[in-house]
């Protein structure tokens, strides 16, 4: 019943921008903590952004400060990533996730994942 679907993924340049978002279904995101992840291959899925939907109050890794913004928009049940400055290391499998339990940037404690979509950065 739950669905997040990611959607925004492409190549882009570095230096350039690039938005993602993530709707769901069957889920309020309202109830949640939402987070974004990303997995380069043969790397493990690691922590970018998270949200407190209520409240907004907002939490980056180190290697995104400055550069990624995490919003939300309560209508549209949707959250979503604004890159910028984007660097060939970013490149990666993007992932939104909801986690109902806590404040948390790690992945074993998010319930739901979407499907993930692709960025790539060239250099």
């Known amino acids: 019943q739950v669905q997040l679907v990611e959607a925004g993924g492409g190549l882009v340049q570095a230096g350039g921008s690039q938005r993602l978002s993530c709707g769901a279904s069957g889920l309020t995101f309202s109830s949640y903590n939402v987070g974004w992840f990303r997995q380069a291959p043969g790397k493990e899925r690691e922590f970018v952004a998270r949200?407190?939907?209520?409240?907004?109050?907002?939490s980056y890794a180190d290697s995104v400060k400055g550069r990624f913004t995490i919003s939300r928009d309560n209508a549209k049940n949707t959250v979503y990533l604004q890159m910028n400055s984007l660097k060939p290391e970013d490149t990666g499998v993007y992932y939104c996730a909801a986690d109902l339990r806590g404040w948390s940037s790690r992945v074993s404690e998010y319930d739901y994942w979407g499907q993930g979509t692709q960025v790539t950065v060239s250099a």
């Open positions: 949200i407190m939907w209520t409240g907004g109050a907002t």
